[in-house]
């Protein structure tokens, strides 16, 4: 039987955002729901604004306008640090690799939000890094310094940290970037299992288009800060929706539910694909 966390997710909703950086208005009035056990993708151009309304989501940034809010009404903005952490996780898109320090270490600081103010006793916290070790694929790391490790592991192990922070809501920032095909494969199926078999809410920011249409229930196409369309993979990624977003013309091909996207150059009648390389 794989491992169960966390027990419950709470739904998390966006209302209304507005959100600047100094005088320029980045995100516009973007309303959107996060649901336990699903994956919802934000997608877009570079400068929609996807990355921002993830980071303000995470409090990162403070928003102009809006409201984040819980199932039960709770304001997200409001919470406590500690209450926050018990809550929402963000896996960001570079974290630094801590020198002296293993595996088992680096995934136990998610532990921190957990473990008593007056003792630091976290009796539950041996438990929960075992998980996030087992579901990452990482446990065989546990005791290997993480500044051995490839960058491909190292996402693992901040991706293990995340899970055994043992929140509700997941949410990840362009996570498969500058992983090889064997490494995207690993953390997008791990990210999938978490919402279909442990109830997770996800949240996830992704560049290639084929990998939110393989792993996510919602889409979210984001243009110029506003939302521009949301639904299934196959109500979103159209050719018309993305060919107006990205300014290029883009073919989708539906086979078996399964969504295919390219991207047709101007010198090059061969569709080029929209899946950026991974770096060497």
Not at 20 to 30: D, K
Not at 141 to 146: C, E, G, T
Not at 149 to 155: A, I, N, R
Request: charged share 20%.
């Amino acid at each position: 039987m794989p491992p169960k966390i966390p027990a419950t997710a709470p739904a998390l909703s966006v209302a209304d955002l507005g959100i600047s950086y100094g005088t320029q208005r980045v995100v516009e009035s973007v309303s959107l729901d996060l649901t336990p056990g699903t994956v919802t993708a934000l997608i877009g151009p570079n400068g929609s604004g996807k990355s921002t309304l993830l980071r303000t989501i995470a409090r990162l940034h403070a928003p102009d306008a809006g409201t984040v809010t819980l199932d039960d009404g709770a304001d997200v903005l409001a919470l406590s640090p500690r209450e926050f952490a018990r809550t929402i996780t963000l896996l960001a898109q570079s974290r630094p690799v801590p020198g002296g320090l293993t595996v088992r270490e680096v995934v136990g600081f998610g532990r921190h939000p957990h473990r008593s103010r007056w003792t630091g006793q976290d009796p539950e916290g041996a438990a929960a890094v075992g998980r996030a070790l087992e579901l990452t694929r990482t446990a065989e790391l546990a005791d290997r310094p993480v500044a051995a490790l490839s960058g491909g592991q190292v996402q693992r192990v901040w991706l293990a940290s995340c899970l055994a922070q043992d929140t509700g809501v997941l949410l990840l920032d362009e996570p498969t970037t500058y992983l090889d095909l064997r490494y995207q494969v690993e953390i997008l199926d791990v990210v999938r299992d978490l919402a279909t078999d442990h109830g997770v809410t996800v949240g996830v920011v992704l560049h290639d288009l084929d990998q939110a249409a393989a792993i996510a229930d919602t889409v979210v196409l984001l243009e110029n800060g506003a939302v521009m369309a949301r639904g299934t993979p196959v109500d979103v990624l159209t050719p018309e929706n993305l060919s107006r977003a990205y300014g290029v013309r883009v073919d989708v091909t539906v086979a078996g539910g399964t969504v295919s996207t390219r991207a047709v150059g101007r010198h090059n009648a061969t569709p080029l694909s929209l899946s950026a390389p991974a770096a060497s």
